[in-house]
């Protein structure tokens, strides 16, 4: 697979870059009237990145949106995935309903894993292909609620897999599975904090790292990195 472009500078710029880039990736298919099928996390990412997406003047009929993961709680929950998006991003931008794909968490955990996969297999074939994923990065080097160590980040078979005993709160969760995130048409990182440097560092150094967030960047085609400074302490050595 080619290198990931690995990209530094402060919030702002991130912001800036990151909504540059989707901009990008969803012109020809919005211009097509084809879906533009995209994966979206929570986290700092949405306080810092969807003010910045949502101001992008595209038409929001033409993108479909889903989840990477989801916590098991309401969607009016504040720990909720899809609260963030729809505060700082779908409202604000006026995104229609019926292109958000809720992964619904607060109910039997398995029931709403089978649906999920149905509804991506609808929209996205099979094997599941999304346009576009963003991602957050855990000091643990976790994406979506793929946790280091845990049977699910080893998954290669599932789609959507249940998460009983995240080690970070709250435990239970739903999360799209390594190959659905690998396989999307464009993967974009963003880090933030000097709490995320050393397993930034090791994904971008050791080519046998098992860490998920290493495990995406070797396997996706198209990888964007999107660092402040102090996440990006120690790159420019370790590569």
């Given at each position: 697979m080619p290198a990931p472009e690995v990209r530094i500078g402060d919030a702002a710029f991130i912001a800036g870059a990151l909504a540059t880039d989707f901009a990008n990736e969803a012109h020809?298919?919005?211009?097509?009237?084809?879906?533009?099928?995209?994966?979206?996390?929570?986290?700092?990412?949405?306080?810092t990145c969807f003010p910045a997406l949502a101001k992008l003047p595209?038409?929001?009929?033409?993108?479909?949106?889903?989840?990477?993961?989801?916590?098991?709680?309401?969607?009016?929950?504040?720990d909720s995935n899809y609260r963030a998006a729809k505060e700082r991003w779908f409202d604000p931008a006026g995104v229609p309903p019926a292109r958000t794909h809720r992964m619904i968490a607060e109910r039997d955990l398995d029931e709403s894993a089978r649906s999920y996969i149905g509804m991506l297999i609808r929209?996205?074939?099979?094997?599941?292909?999304?346009?576009?994923?963003?991602?957050?990065?855990?000091?643990?080097?976790?994406?979506?609620?793929?946790?280091?160590?845990?049977?699910?980040?080893?998954?290669?078979?599932?789609?959507?897999?249940?998460?009983?005993?995240?080690?970070?709160?709250?435990?239970?969760?739903?999360?799209?599975?390594?190959?659905?995130?690998?396989?999307?048409?464009?993967?974009?990182?963003?880090?933030?904090?000097?709490?995320?440097?050393?397993?930034?560092?090791?994904?971008?150094?050791q080519h046998d790292s098992s860490l998920p967030v290493a495990r995406v960047l070797r396997r996706a085609a198209r990888v964007l990195v999107l660092l402040d400074n102090e996440a990006a302490t120690g790159v420019n050595s370790s590569r």
């Open positions: 020809a298919p919005i211009v097509a009237r084809q879906h533009f099928r995209i994966a979206i996390p929570g986290g700092s990412i949405a306080d595209l038409d929001w009929n033409e993108l479909e949106f889903f989840w990477t993961d989801e916590r098991a709680v309401p969607p009016e929950h504040e929209w996205c074939g099979l094997p599941v292909k999304l346009d576009y994923a963003l991602l957050g990065v855990g000091p643990d080097g976790h994406v979506a609620s793929l946790f280091p160590g845990r049977p699910n980040a080893a998954n290669e078979q599932a789609i959507v897999l249940v998460e009983h005993e995240s080690p970070k709160p709250p435990a239970e969760r739903l999360t799209l599975a390594m190959p659905v995130l690998a396989n999307a048409g464009r993967v974009a990182i963003v880090a933030m904090g000097a709490a995320k440097a050393p397993v930034i560092a090791e994904a971008l150094s």
